[in-house]
Structures are given as C-alpha cells and as structure tokens.
C-alpha cells in the first residue's frame, strides 16, 4: 500500500472514466492509504477499497433491462427520483453485483466519502467500518443529485450529493497530510462550472425553504467549484499533485448509450495506462 491520498470528483455516469483509471491501478496492485470520493467517486472509492476490479463499470454500464437504474417519468413523480436509489444501492451490492463488505471493512485504507449536510450546508467526510447498511446508505447520500433525488437520513440527519458542498476534496487531502495527493477528475481541462440561472436557483429556494443553508451552498456551487479547479491547477503546475482527466468529450451526467459509456470508460483506462510511468515517477520524487 502507498502512502497517498486517492481524490475522486463525482459527475454520475461521467464517473465511468474513473472506473476505467481505478481498473487499471487495481490491475497493477496500486492501492493508496486514503480514498476521497465524492458522489459517483464514492462509489468508485468504495470499490477501489474492495478490490473489485470491474464493478463499477458493471453497475454504470449494461443492457440488460432488468437491471436499468433509471425511473420513467411516472415513477420519477412518484419516487421523487429520476435514478432507482433501491436498485443501486440495495439490490445491486446485496444480490446482483455482490459487494465484497468483508475486504472492504478488513482493509487498511481509510476511506471517506463527502456528504452536504441538508441543515448546515456543510461537508462532511463520513466513514463506516463495519455496518452494510450504513455504509451504503451514506454512498447514497453521497450521490443523491438535488432536485433529482430525495434526501437521505443518515443518523437522524438529511444529507443530499457531496459535490455540492466540495465537489473537489483537495484541501480535505491536504489536511490529512499526506505528501502525495492523485486526483481523478471527470470533466476536459480547462473546465469552469457556470452560475445556475435565475429559474434554477428559485426551484431551489422553493424546493428546500426549509434549508436555507443548503440553499445558499447549492447558489454558491460554481464559485467554490471554480476556486478548486484555480487551486487544482496550480498545485499541478507546481508538481506537488497528479491529476489525470478526461482527453476526449465527456458524456452527459446522465448518459444512457452503452457505447458511449463504454468507450468513455475505455478512455479512462487506457489514459491512466499511457500515464501510469508518469504517476510513478510523481510517487518516487
């Protein structure tokens, strides 16, 4: 195991790419000491974690109806959520695409996923070492879009996506004090996040009157998203972290097409393969 800290952004089924960088690394045994994921990079974190080469891409990625994790409209209403959270997060990691808890709770890599707390508006970096269903509940927390998905109770306490509040966990690196911080990102370089328009922010402000921290976190998303990828990129030019990300268009945060996927996924292996001399020789500085 290395000493390092493993930060993944989220972006839903743009975490495909990460799922082709992380196969890759688990195939050369390359595993870190901390894990960071947020939202879709927590799912991929967690698997990372397990050692389960491929799972992630098996989940994101199929044809077969039966496991389609996407409501239609008349269950979107109902459900108030445009993914089936209870296939993902229940029938997936317990029956279909067995979660290996027991490699996970036994390994020696501390592993935090980034949660927005609903009431302060706050990230929180929670882990769980030992309850299933605990774990995946905060997974779901993690990766609960706003508008698109409920919250979820953890604790007692309402949590949405974790990139609301830090969608890029460098400065949560930096605090852990490891030397070396890998950063997995899911959007072109260059890529600034632009400010939600007038119509957004009011289904906002209707949608959680009762949260008005949350509200104020949700409005200020690209700001403190465009600081990160400032601080990113400067710390990338000053050698003292590695960041890969995608070369090619991404796909959409809710793609659908399997070959888009695939061949977003395929893209993120081969990178991290074509890179992966370069990573190492970031690792012996």
Do not use: W
């Not at 706050?122 to 508008?147: F, G, H, V, W």
């Not at 997995?184 to 632009?194: A, E, F, M, S």
């Amino acid at each position: 195991m290395i000493k390092a800290t493993m930060v993944l952004e989220g972006g839903a089924t743009r975490g495909v790419f990460t799922s082709g960088v992380l196969d890759y690394l688990m195939e050369q045994d390359f595993y870190t000491s901390h894990v960071i994921g947020v939202s879709a990079g927590s799912c991929n974190g967690v698997d990372y974690v397990s050692k389960q080469i491929g799972r992630t891409r098996d989940c994101m990625i199929h044809k077969e109806k039966e496991y389609d994790y996407y409501h239609d409209l008349r269950k979107f209403i109902r459900e108030k959520s445009i993914l089936d959270m209870d296939m993902v997060f229940d029938k997936y990691p317990n029956e279909i695409f067995p979660f290996d808890y027991e490699t996970y709770f036994g390994s020696e890599t501390e592993c935090e996923i980034v949660t927005t707390n609903c009431e302060t508006g706050q990230a929180e970096y929670m882990t769980e070492r030992r309850d299933k269903n605990r774990l995946m509940k905060i997974c779901r927390a993690s990766s609960s879009l706003p508008l698109l998905s409920p919250m979820v109770n953890v604790d007692g306490v309402p949590y949405l996506d974790g990139g609301l509040a830090d969608s890029i966990p460098v400065k949560r690196a930096m605090k852990l004090g490891n030397e070396k911080i890998i950063l997995v990102l899911t959007r072109n370089p260059g890529y600034r996040k632009k400010p939600a328009s007038p119509g957004v922010k009011a289904l906002y402000k209707r949608a959680y009157k009762k949260y008005p921290n949350l509200v104020r976190t949700t409005i200020r998303r690209n700001e403190v998203y465009n600081q990160q990828m400032k601080l990113v990129e400067k710390l990338e030019d000053e050698g003292k972290i590695f960041v890969i990300r995608p070369l090619i268009p991404t796909v959409s945060r809710l793609e659908k097409d399997y070959d888009a996927l695939m061949h977003f996924y395929e893209h993120g292996y081969r990178l991290m393969k074509r890179q992966y001399q370069a990573l190492q020789a970031y690792m012996e500085e």
